[in-house]
C-alpha cells in the first residue's frame, strides 16, 4: 500500500510558475512510476507528465512540453511537478500518482492517488 499527500496549487496569474509536491508512505517509493494528471472541468483525466522509477525517462503532455518539468527525488521519497510559464487553460485539479513497473498514459492504470490539489490560472 502506498500513500500520496499532495502539497502546493493555488490562484496564480497567467505567465508565473508553481510546484506541485506529492510526498509518499508506504512501500518502497522507488518500485513505482510517478505520474501527475490533472482534470478540468468537463474534461477526462489526462497524464501531463510521468516519470520512471529510476528518474531518468520522463514523459510530458505535448501540452506542457517545455513548460512543466517532472522529478523525483527517492531518498526524500517525493515527486515533484515544476509548473513554468503557466496558462490559463492549465487551470484543473491535478493528482499525483503510482504505479508498479513502467510510465503509463492512463489513469486506470495507476494503482494510488494523492488527495488532489486546485491549480487556477487567471488571465
Known amino acids: 500500500q502506498v500513500q500520496l499527500v499532495q502539497s502546493g496549487g493555488g490562484l496564480v496569474q497567467a505567465g508565473d510558475s508553481l510546484r506541485l509536491s506529492c510526498a509518499a508512505s508506504g512501500r518502497t517509493f522507488s518500485s513505482y512510476a510517478m505520474g501527475w494528471f490533472r482534470r478540468a472541468p468537463g474534461n477526462e483525466r489526462e497524464l501531463v507528465a510521468g516519470i520512471s522509477r529510476s528518474g531518468d525517462n520522463a514523459y510530458y503532455a505535448s501540452s506542457v512540453q517545455g513548460r512543466f518539468t517532472i522529478s523525483r527525488d527517492n531518498a526524500e521519497n517525493t515527486v515533484y511537478l515544476q509548473m513554468n510559464s503557466l496558462k490559463p487553460e492549465d487551470t484543473a485539479l491535478y493528482y499525483c500518482?503510482?504505479?508498479?513497473?513502467?510510465?503509463?498514459?492512463?489513469?486506470?492504470?495507476?494503482?494510488?492517488w494523492g488527495q488532489g490539489t486546485q491549480v487556477t490560472v487567471s488571465s
Open positions: 500518482a503510482a504505479r508498479s513497473g513502467l510510465i503509463r498514459t492512463k489513469p486506470n492504470e495507476y494503482s494510488y
